[in-house]
């Protein structure tokens, strides 16, 4: 289902696909670039952290070594 998320930056609506009604992870704003870490609940926005960049190199550096790892090397 796809879900509308209105950025706290610039109040540009924009909207992702959930496969699942609880979502936890990185939404980019398309039109002002900010970043955020969403947590979505029952397919309703619960909260916003800012994340930067960094981090979220970091956080999938870390998922693609899990990956790998679960692909047995
Ligand atoms: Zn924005």
């Known amino acids: 289902m796809m879900l509308k998320i209105k950025c706290p930056e610039c109040n540009t609506e924009g909207s992702m696909s959930l496969v699942e009604p609880d979502y936890?992870?990185?939404y980019?704003?398309?039109?002002?670039r900010?970043?955020?870490t969403i947590t979505i609940k029952k397919n309703e926005l619960k909260s916003?952290?800012?994340l930067d960049?960094?981090?979220l190199d970091k956080q999938q550096e870390i998922k693609a070594?899990?990956?790998k790892f679960k692909r047995g090397g």
């Open 24 to 26: 936890e992870g990185p």
């Open 28 to 32: 980019r704003c398309w039109k002002c």
């Open 34 to 36: 900010a970043l955020f």
């Open 48 to 50: 916003w952290e800012p």
């Open 53 to 55: 960049q960094e981090e």
């Open 65 to 67: 070594m899990q990956d």
